[in-house]
Structure formats: C-alpha cells, structure tokens
C-alpha cells in the first residue's frame, strides 16, 4: 500500500514571496505518477501540477515548480510569486501507473496554504 | 457538461436514514471514482467505476455503501442505516481514462453529509 505524508498542516507567505510545500511518499512500486491539487474553500479539488517517476526533469506550470527526488521519496511543491488566490488546501498525491485500467489517487492530509498581503 | 456536477450539495440526516448522493461527469468521461473527505482531511478512495463496470470497490468502508453507474454514465452512491461517523465531504472525480494513459481526475464540488 501507499502512503503519503505532509508534514505541515498549515503555511503562511506574503504575497510575492516563494513558499515550499513538502511532501513524502512510500511506495514499492517504480512507476507511479504524483500530484498536487488544491483545494480553495468552495472545496473544487483542482490539479497543479503534475510528475512522471520515470522522468527526471522536474514538472513545471508557471508559478508552480516541483523538486522531485526519486530515491528520498520526497515531492515538494514551489510557489514563486505567491498571489492572494493561492489560498487553498493543497494536497499532494500519488497514482499507481496501470495498464488497462485507471488508478485510484492517494492523497496526503493537506497544507493549509495562506498569502498574505 | 462543463464539469462534474454533484446532488445534492448539502444532506442532513437522521441517524439510521438512508441517504442517496449522485454524480454527473463529464460527458465522454470513461472512469468515475467517489472518494469520502473527513473534516481537516484528504480525501480517501472509495470505489472506481469504468463505464458500468464497478472494478474496485475495496475503500467502501461497510456493507452500508454501495455504489452503482448503471449506464455507465451518472453515478449514485447510497449510505444505508447512515450512522455519525459518515459525516463526511464525498467527492465525485472522473476522467477520461484511456487504457494506458493517466487522464487527469476532475472533481465535483462534493455533498457535505452531516448525520445528526
């Protein structure tokens, strides 16, 4: 089975800083995919970013990079340039990679994320 | 549709009360899964549907829930005899879900369940 971990129930930044989400995982499996969502008050649950295992160039959208280390297991989440509708829950996940069928996401227990001005 | 719709957005029940939740996806979405939110919470996997076929329903925590997408389009999830610790956020997701590929999930606004 899976788990995954965050460590940091809750965060807070000013607007225009960078924050770093942390998140650890524990798998025996060697493909595998990784998430973040967040998860604003209205509670619609949206994808950021997302990491293929099997590539080693870190995933990145915009303000939002990830620093994926295989061997430690570690995914964390970088927000540059952080913006007041950054507030959210933000929830790092794991998918198993199938064939034939889809997989079921793992989530963590959150970060409460809160820019400031 | 524009996105994944859920029904309804709020329940209250009686303990012992049967309750019904349903999800509409996005139209052409092959998977549909249902996940169970506890307050301060991740989400936690319930059951998976692929078109009508329910494949994996290990998170159902009880004989109590069942879930069903008989045309393998809109979903019911039902809690029978609903007891306090299915207070809960249940989330809808669905994606595309091409063999072989991973689809991103998207998710619904969830119903927030308060068992009285």
Known sequence: AQTVTQSQPEMSV????????????????SNYYLFWYKQ?????MILVIRQEAYKQQNA??????????KAAKSFSLKISDSQLGDTAMYFCAFMRSNTGTASKLTFGTGTRLQVTL | ????SQSPRY??????????????????????????????QGPEFLT????EAQLDKSGLPSDRFFAERPEGSVSTLKIQRTQQEDSAVYLCA???????VVREQYFGPGTRLTVT
């Open chain 1, 14 to 29: 000013q607007e225009a800083e960078t924050v770093t989400l942390s998140c650890t995982y524990d798998t025996s499996e």
């Open chain 1, 40 to 44: 604003p008050p209205s509670r619609q």
């Open chain 1, 60 to 69: 990145t959208e915009n303000r939002f990079s990830v620093n994926f280390q």
């Open chain 2, 1 to 4: 549709g524009a996105g994944v």
């Open chain 2, 11 to 40: 329940k209250v029940a009686k303990r012992g009360q049967d309750v019904a939740l349903r999800c509409d996806p996005i139209s052409g979405h092959v998977s549909l899964f249902w996940y169970q939110q506890a307050l301060g």
């Open chain 2, 48 to 51: 998976y549907f692929q078109n």
């Open chain 2, 94 to 100: 669905s994606s595309l879900g091409d063999t072989g």
